[in-house]
């Protein structure tokens, strides 16, 4: 009996290691051919059977891309600025909206707190239909700026909820305190309560600036002008021919328009991990 | 100021109303008045010429909708919307759950691999597009060449992109290969907070792996496993870039969804009304599916 038990639990544990390394190959195996795709010559890359690591490794492509296909960092320019001010501008909405939440459990609150979850479900598309005609309205369309306010609308109500969590879990005692110690409403929210919700800020930051630096329908669609243009967008139109692609020069552009946002989630993934459980777990 | 008590119900509930208004005036601006917006504009004739010439839509009989019907895009394109949305949800939540079971159990270096393995998450949709797209590639890719080796040379074309049959199951593989991460992520973080106890008890009681797995783990993570699904059914069903990046909706439309359709319809046709029509009735079914879901959900829990 025994006996049989363990043998059992041999083959169960074999599984469950072809199982992990099945999957993980699966995650990670295509970001090492990213990478030795875009070391390779254009004539290596070309090979049929593929090499599996570049025989030969140059940096043709990254000065290629620094040197003549450098329209790329204009459109990786606008894409750092638009995903600076809309992630700026996203803790700010969620400073306000998450403390409003978390305090103050009032009908209002509960019909917003409705309207941000409900938002958060449309296509983009649907909405980029009706702003394409308002913001050319208002003169806002093929503006960074005009962009940048719809990118908000759409990021800030999970960052909302993910700040009202993080709210929540200051005991309301710390305010109270400060209020018999005189301190008004915007004193208690900005130097007292705030300053202990810091890991959330990040984790808000952070995952507004991810979102906004994948956005490409917004960009598809609010941006005509090639200088104006986001990442996404640019490199799909510039670099994507029907006929030729320069797969090293693409591959390397891949590696570029990555690096930003893997450094900072590996530099602050203590915070992300814990907000993005707590953001969705309570959404 | 200082008169008032903290908690005054009033100047409590004025404070929290100013708060909210930013956050309000936003979302009103770009989000709820746009799709009440384009929902109008679906039953009208609204093109290029009414924005050049800032002319309003005019109310055309359904004519969008008619439209729509009388084609087999619209159709073909819900299948595949379908389709699309429960291969992937089904294989996502399976490889997923297996991941994080097997992060869950004592097994060395898990905290490590649960940081290197959420790095597709963080990557860009369009440059997941483009990755896929490499190892695709019908000349030169890599999953060509393994097909072939796997067939012993008998399939030496493979070409998963460029076949109807397959092209959306391609897009699929990218599609899980960016979300398996994050719903891993999820799933682990519900898995740390079954109690420890009640599983071991199980397992002295003689409970086996399986047994402990549906009766003790599942019923615990299924709030978590609840979120993370509906999670994923929204992000599907309104998947775009990959779609757009990958295969343009083609070949022969066979990966045409209702996104596609109606951005081809909307910004490449510049017919934004019946662009519009798609939409609303996209809207509506996501609604009826997510709403059955929850239905479905809350009968089965405890």
Redesign the interface.
Same mark, same amino acid.
């Given at each position: 009996m025994k006996n049989t038990m363990k043998s059992d639990s041999k083959i169960?544990s074999f599984f $469950?290691y072809v199982? !992990?390394v099945g +999957? !993980?190959l699966? =995650? !990670?195996f295509? #970001?090492y %051919? &990213?990478l030795i795709?875009a070391f390779k010559t254009n004539m290596e890359?070309?090979?049929?059977?593929?090499t599996f690591y570049p025989r030969v490794p140059v940096l043709d492509s990254f000065i290629s891309l620094f040197r003549e296909n450098n329209q790329f960092f204009v459109y990786y320019k606008n894409n750092i600025i638009v995903s600076s001010v809309v992630a700026l501008l996203c803790c &700010?909405?969620a400073i306000?909206?998450g403390?409003?939440l978390a305090?103050?459990k009032?009908q209002?609150?509960k019909w917003?707190f409705a309207? =941000?979850l409900a938002?958060?479900?449309?296509? &983009?598309?649907?909405?980029? +239909?009706?702003?394409?005609?308002?913001m050319? $309205?208002l003169g806002i369309i093929n503006t960074l700026g005009g962009l940048s !306010?719809?990118l908000?609308?759409?990021q800030?109500?999970f960052c +909302?909820i993910l700040m009202s969590s993080f709210f929540a879990g200051i005991p309301k005692e710390i305010?109270?305190a400060a209020?018999v110690d005189?301190a008004?409403?915007w004193r208690i929210l900005f130097s007292i309560v705030t300053p202990l919700v810091k890991s959330g800020l990040v984790a808000v930051g952070i995952y507004a600036f991810?979102m906004t %630096?994948?956005d490409? #329908?917004h960009a598809? /669609?609010l941006i005509q002008a090639d200088g104006k243009r986001t =990442?996404?967008v640019g +490199?799909?139109l510039r670099y994507?021919g029907e006929l030729s692609y320069d %797969?090293s020069l @693409?591959?390397t552009?891949?590696i570029v328009? /990555?690096i930003p @946002? &893997?450094m900072l989630?590996?530099f602050f993934?203590k915070y992300m991990?814990k907000g #993005? @459980?707590a953001g969705? @777990?309570k959404? | 100021m200082k008169t008032k008590t903290l908690s005054s119900k009033k100047s409590d509930t004025l404070f929290s109303l100013f708060l909210d208004l930013p956050a309000f005036l936003l979302l009103a601006g770009f989000i709820v008045v746009p799709i009440i917006d384009s929902v109008v504009k679906s039953f009208q004739t609204f093109g290029i010429k009414n924005i050049i010439t800032k002319k309003p839509g005019v109310w055309n009989n359904f004519a969008n909708y008619l439209y729509l019907f009388k084609t087999d895009d619209f159709f073909g394109a819900t299948v595949h919307t379908f389709s699309f949305v429960l291969g992937v949800v089904v294989v996502q939540f399976i490889l997923a759950i297996l991941l994080a079971l097997i992060l869950n159990s004592n097994i060395k270096g898990a905290r490590f691999m649960r940081s290197i393995m959420m790095t597709p998450w963080v990557v860009p949709t369009v440059i997941s597009a483009l990755i896929w797209m490499w190892l695709f590639q019908p000349q030169y890719g890599l999953l060509k060449y393994l097909v072939s080796v796997v067939s012993f040379g008998r399939i030496s074309d493979f070409a998963i992109l460029n076949n109807p049959s397959t092209a959306l199951t391609g897009v699929g593989i990218a599609a899980l290969w960016k979300q398996i991460p994050l719903m891993t992520l999820l799933l682990l973080a519900g898995l740390q907070n079954v109690p420890q106890d009640i599983s071991e008890a199980a397992m002295i009681d003689g409970a086996g792996k399986f047994r402990r797995f549906f009766s003790i783990i599942l019923p615990y993570l299924s709030p978590v496993i609840k979120v993370s699904v509906s999670m994923s059914i929204i992000e599907n069903f309104k998947q775009f870039p990959l779609f757009w990046t990958m295969t343009g909706g083609g070949p022969n439309n066979a990966t045409t969804t209702l996104a596609v359709l109606s951005y081809r319809e909307a910004f490449v046709g510049m017919n934004l009304g019946s662009g519009a029509a798609v939409t609303t009735l996209w809207m509506l079914m996501m609604i009826v599916v997510i709403f059955g879901y929850n239905k479905l959900f809350r009968v089965q829990e405890m």
């Open positions: 169960f $469950k199982a !992990l +999957i !993980l699966f =995650l !990670l295509p #970001l %051919w &990213v795709t890359a070309y090979r049929y059977p593929p &700010v909405i306000f909206s403390y409003s305090r103050f009032n209002w609150n917003f309207l =941000l938002s958060q479900m449309f296509p &983009v598309i649907s909405r980029m +239909i009706s702003l394409y005609s308002i050319g $309205k !306010l719809a908000l609308a759409a800030a109500p +909302i305010e109270e209020y005189g008004g409403r991810l %630096w994948d490409y #329908l598809a /669609t =990442l996404s +490199i799909a994507l %797969w @693409v591959n552009i891949s328009g /990555t @946002v &893997v989630f590996f993934q991990i #993005l @459980v969705a @777990v959404g | -």
